[in-house]
């Protein structure tokens, strides 16, 4: 059974900065994109950034400049390193895994910036 596991929430003030990390266990076979999607209260879940297997990435206008997102193949594991965060940025982090046509969530890791 395939999991993700996300690690590195927390609570940090604007400004500040944290990464997070997101590994994946299980039968995992042709590994297409890992990335993020967050949800903050009230909203729904958005897109934050994406890797693909080669390395390519992408993320969203609200993060660009601050984040950066990272993996480790032979570990199977995708990291994002968030600095100069905003109380904007709060929310729950998913860490989201597509296999072929298969799509794996993890269970979250909250993320709160004060002001």
């Known amino acids: 059974q395939v999991q993700l596991v996300e690690s590195g929430g927390g609570l940090v003030q604007a400004g500040g900065s944290l990464r997070l990390s997101c590994a994946a266990s299980g039968s995992i076979v042709g590994i297409d994109v890992m990335g993020w999607y967050r949800q903050a209260p009230g909203k729904s879940r958005e897109w934050v950034a994406t890797?693909?297997?080669?390395?390519?990435?992408g993320n969203a206008d609200s993060v660009e400049g601050r984040c950066t997102i990272s993996r480790d193949n032979a570990k199977n594991t995708v990291y994002l390193q968030m600095n100069s965060l905003k109380p904007e940025d709060t929310g729950v982090y998913y860490c989201?895994?597509?296999?072929?046509?298969?799509?794996?969530w993890g269970k979250g890791t909250l993320v709160t910036v004060s002001s």
């Open positions: 890797i693909t297997i080669g390395g390519r990435t």
């Open positions: 989201h895994m597509a296999v072929r046509d298969i799509e794996y």
